[in-house]
């Protein structure tokens, strides 16, 4: 069965950095594009970033983009999200995505705050 399994997530303080990671099983990886999400509290869930299946594409939300990198290991079934100069706005529960048969992972909860 599919498992998108994130890790990575944590408290930082603003101005920090963490580095998401989804393992990917279940499917052939290098197939599919790949994105991460993220729900704040009250809030609807929203795209953060996306990369095709080769990673040759990305897309990000404007209000991460310049600080935020999307990557993908094809050899190891794995898709990062790199974050930079994080934000109190920043904090949600941040879910990886495929787009084989639109699955979800569990989430891994991101805290900025000092």
């Known amino acids: 069965q599919v498992q998108l399994v994130e890790s990575g997530g944590g408290l930082v303080q603003p101005g920090g950095s963490l580095r998401l990671s989804c393992a990917a099983s279940?499917?052939?990886?290098?197939?599919?594009?790949m994105g991460w999400y993220r729900q704040a509290p009250g809030k609807e869930r929203e795209l953060v970033a996306s990369?095709?299946?080769?990673?040759?594409?990305?897309n990000y939300a404007d209000s991460v983009k310049g600080r935020f990198t999307i990557s993908r290991d094809n050899a190891k079934n794995t898709v990062y999200l790199q974050m930079n100069s994080l934000k109190p706005e920043d904090t949600a529960m941040y879910y990886c995505?495929?787009?084989?048969?639109?699955?979800w992972g569990q989430g891994t909860q991101v805290t900025v705050s000092s």
């Open positions: 995505w495929s787009s084989y048969r639109g699955s």
């Open positions: 279940g499917f052939t990886f290098s197939l599919y594009g």
């Open positions: 990369i095709t299946s080769n990673g040759g594409s990305t």
